[in-house]
């Protein structure tokens, strides 16, 4: 009997080991998604447009506030010659364009904030599919993230592919037709 366990055991040991002699290994990599979003061309077009857009609507509101610390500046020195009914009457309107004001302000910089943020989720959208069908493609058991949301905390720079999605995702990019990013701005 024992001979039959001893046999039967080792039977099974030489079949385990036939099998994992079979395993392919698995092919890991990693991509600093930080680094990729700093280099990729896309990216950075985005952002500079809405710099760009934030600062045409800051100096617009430049000119409506200075035009405002003016309105008043008269004020203060026609208060005192129109008596207090007056005053009360523009000082009123001079608080309520104050506020129109500010919530302006407020509303463009949420509107270009909710453009952007809208934008840059699509992008990084467009991004994942990328990976998902780069590692597919060059068969990739796990494709990890780090960076500001790190899911790894340490990575053998070997296995670091950041530099070539980055190149492939610029070669992509500029190969697109002017007409579409020109949609895009």
């Known amino acids: 009997m024992k001979k039959v366990v001893v046999i039967l055991a080792f039977g099974l040991l030489a079949l385990a080991c036939s099998k994992t002699a079979e395993v ?3 092919k890991y990599a990693y991509i600093d998604t930080t680094k990729l979003m700093e280099e990729y061309e896309e990216a950075k077009d985005i952002e500079a447009k809405y710099k760009s857009k ?3 609507a ?12 003016a309105d008043a500046e008269n004020f203060e020195r026609s208060a005192r010659a129109n008596g207090e009914a007056w005053a009360q009457q523009k000082g009123a309107e001079l608080q309520r ?5 500010q919530y302006s302000a407020q509303a463009v910089a949420q509107q270009l904030q909710q453009q952007m943020g809208t934008e840059m989720d699509s992008l990084v959208k467009n991004v994942k599919s990328f990976i998902k069908d780069y590692g597919k493609k060059n068969g990739y058991k796990y494709i990890f993230g780090t960076g500001e949301t790190a899911t790894i905390l340490y990575g053998d720079e070997k296995e670091d592919i950041t530099k070539e999605i980055v190149k492939l995702l610029n070669e992509k ?13």
Not at 58 to 66: H, L, T
């Open 173 to 185: 990019y500029k190969a697109t037709p002017a007409k579409e990013t020109a949609e895009k701005k």
């Open 24 to 26: 392919k290994e698995a």
């Open 58 to 69: 800051g100096r617009k509101f430049e000119v409506a506030e200075q035009n405002f610390k």
């Open 54 to 56: 934030s600062e045409e």
């Open 97 to 101: 364009r104050q506020q129109e004001l």
